[in-house]
């Protein structure tokens, strides 16, 4: 069990005692979406200590567990020291979870990557809200399926689209939610038209992500390639 801990003044002095010999450097195999800053993150640190929840309350109330804390670069640090405003110490962000799991099954960056995986998880189970599903629940079950069905198919035909938008400007789309995803690819003003019984579409003059669609037309447009045996 992991749950992400408010930054009280609590949990702000316990992370000061972290010495920096305690720190551990991970590398995410996918970068993590850092919703403060807007950007990928890459490259992070991690420590943990002990600490105990619920410590205003009753000792019978009270919770002992793990704080483990992930700190990643400022980026605004960055841009301040690239306008010539340089700072004395790397500056840093702090993310910290609670656990109760035994350090013996999960040590730090293990935990770490347990929990970053809910994360993604939520950050599905949002996006899902946030198109489909926002239209559930209704008062027939069978209905309620198959819009979940025809709601994870959407997400998914929207993922691989921007996807094989790559590699143009559009890269970034797969990192995205599908409303992001579907304003510069799917949801975009044209107009039909027919010449020479070939059907024409005409899309917006000057359109920044003509690149992107057009990339991703012809993908889904290649005929299937040969067959090998």
Known sequence: MSVTVRMDKRVKAAIATIGED????IEYTDAVFDEATGRWVSRAEVAELPFTAFAAQKKAEQVPGRLVVRRIPDFNAEKNQAAGQDTLFDV???HAFFTTTDA???DTVAADKTHRGHAVIEQVHSDLKNSALAHLPSGVFT???????LAVIAFNLTRAAATLAAPTQASDLARTTTAT??????????????SARRLILHLPQDWPWQSAWTQLNQRVADPPGAATS
């Open 92 to 94: 840093w962000r702090f």
């Open 181 to 194: 995803v579907r304003r510069p690819l799917i949801q975009i003003p044209s107009r039909t038209a027919t």
């Open 104 to 106: 013996v099954i999960l």
């Open 22 to 25: 305690m720190w551990t450097t």
């Open 143 to 149: 209905a309620n399926a198959a819009w979940l069905v």
